[in-house]
């Protein structure tokens, strides 16, 4: 398959594998920002081809599982009252809750549906006009274009029974606030390719310098992630600390501007909670106030939501790249994908379920 065999050929893996091992003189610590690469790098067994001491680090790159658990009690709440249609992508659908999921809301007979596109909650919205229709707007700068434009288009249509409960986060301050970390443990980061591809990569240069890491913006393939891997390698071992781009065939250093231009307008910047991690200020995106009548967090009052996290889960130190999904002790016992207790667990591109997919016997 074209754009997908070559960047598995084994041979050029071997070789980037070989290259890393020659060049590598110390232990070094990367960490990878994206539950895709997470996913690929667990399932080729690409850490098992780095030289010892060349460690690789999970953080924070599943948009379900750094989803705060406030704004999925939030969620359930708004599912749950009457007229409401709730929609969603099906990921977040069995994401735990304090007490529930949305899985087990839609069982109960709330209104809830899984769509593909936000595109689909309008249409939902334009064929129900005596219902109201929320969409969970959930996900990076990859995801924020489709919404900023299903919320704009709303308004163009006039379609008043259209909101959207968001829930979006910004990767460049999670790097930033990693790094700053008192028990950090970053010598350079693999960014996400396809977050660059929209956002660019500009943003990150401040960071690279502020920090001296190095950032290596990185596809998601075996090959493409060796070759990042190598590319923050040579960097750390030379003492240099830039922003390099290894997925220079679909990211661009000034992002893609229409993509950007629409999230502006519709978005702003806000504070934003992570889970397992807490609040990152300027981490986040909240609609503008000018679209604050599409603006689900504003339109239903839920009450005041407190929130319980399983005191076993340690998914917090494990999407900030301190502890491995087994070191967790109820990894893969009293919580597997079936039964999950943390959103890392849930999710395909969370390092728990990777983890217990691909390793069951724990690594
Ligand atoms: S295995 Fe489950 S309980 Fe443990 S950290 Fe992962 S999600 Fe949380």
């Not at 829930?167 to 996400?192: C, N």
Request: net charge neutral; charged share 20%; hydrophobic share 40%.
């Amino acid at each position: 398959m074209r754009y997908v065999d070559e960047y598995r050929d084994a041979d050029v893996c071997r070789r980037y594998a070989s290259a890393i091992t020659a060049r590598a003189t110390r232990a070094w610590r990367i960490m990878e920002v994206c539950g895709g690469q997470t996913h690929s790098i667990v399932r080729f067994g690409i850490d098992a081809l780095l030289p010892p001491g060349l460690e690789l680090l999970h953080g924070p790159g599943c948009p379900v599982c750094v989803t705060p658990l406030e704004m999925l009690d939030r969620a359930l709440a708004i599912a749950a009252k009457p007229g409401v249609i709730f929609c969603s992508f099906g990921d977040m659908l069995r994401v735990p809750g304090t007490r529930s999921d949305l899985f087990c809301a839609k069982s109960e007979g709330a209104d809830v549906r899984i769509v593909y596109s936000p595109l689909d909650a309008l249409e939902i919205a334009r064929q129900n006009p005596g219902r109201q229709v929320v969409f969970f707007g959930v996900g990076f700068e990859t995801t924020a274009p489709a919404n900023a434009m299903a919320v704009r288009e709303a308004r163009r249509r006039g379609l008043c029974n259209f909101s959207m409960l968001v829930s979006h986060v910004l990767v460049p301050p999670a790097l930033s606030a990693i790094l700053s970390a008192p028990d950090g443990r970053v010598d350079a980061f693999l960014a996400a390719g396809h977050v660059c591809t929209v956002m660019g990569l500009d943003e990150y240069r401040p960071i690279a310098a502020r920090h001296h890491t190095p950032i290596v913006v990185t596809g998601f393939e075996p090959a493409d992630l060796l070759q990042g891997i190598h590319m923050c390698v040579v960097q750390l071992e030379e003492g240099r600390a830039e922003v390099e781009n290894q997925y220079a065939r679909s990211a661009r250093p000034e992002g893609n501007r229409e993509a950007m231009h629409v999230v502006a307008e519709v978005f702003r910047v806000v504070p934003r909670k992570w889970r397992g991690i807490g609040e990152i200020p300027a981490s986040g995106l909240g609609l503008r106030p000018e679209y604050a009548q599409h603006d689900a967090e504003a339109l239903f009052d839920v009450g005041t939501i407190s929130t319980e996290e399983p005191s076993v889960c340690i998914s917090g130190r494990v999407l900030q790249g301190i502890e491995k999904p087994s070191a967790c002790p109820a990894f893969g016992t009293r919580c597997t994908p079936e039964t999950p207790l943390g959103a890392t667990m849930v999710s395909s591109e969370g390092a728990c379920a990777a983890y217990y997919r691909y390793r069951r016997a724990g690594s």
